[in-house]
């Protein structure tokens, strides 16, 4: 059976000062509870290796950490959603915050990779990246380095109908551009998404 409503969202909290606190989402209200059991247990693990990342990233003292979320898509049996961590260290000369991201397909019942969202066979990476190249010189976006193509998992989140593709700080702009973050509307990618998989779903107007 197929889930036809928007997913319940709690928020449960670690740490209860302002300074040192990480809030994340638990999901309820889904058809399977099995399934829903792994969404959650996927949600925590990727809180946790964010926690790991931080704290074990500098010998120096931890100062403050704070984590959040941010709900991107929950229609269409899709729910997508982004954990982040801020975490600064003893005399860091400023704090560092890197975002993962989860993508659950409600109606397969699993989580998505970049790549199920296209047709086999289909050169989704040399398709994105060229978008992305354009929007980088659209945009006149800094680079630190040149880019070249996306990783075949490159960390993505999807929006309604469009599929954000995004890098840490760092990976290809300098730490005060922020996370570079590139939309691309599902439309132009239309002749590549497997229509049958989530993406097709969102590229639909009924």
Sequence with gaps: MACTLPVGIHTLKIGSQPERMICYPRVYQVHNRKFERYMNRSIVNEVQSLIDLQAGNSPSTVESMVGWYELKNNQRDLLSLSVANNTYHHQAAHPMTYMKSLTFDLRGEKRCTLKEFFKPGSDYINRLSDLIKLQIKQRDITLISDFDNIKPDQDFYVA???????????????????????????????DIIDGNGPLGRMATND
């Design 160 to 190: 309604d109908k469009t599929l954000v593709i995004y890098f840490q700080l760092y990976d290809i702009t300098p730490y005060a551009f922020g996370f570079p973050m590139f939309p691309i509307s599902v439309y132009d990618l239309q």
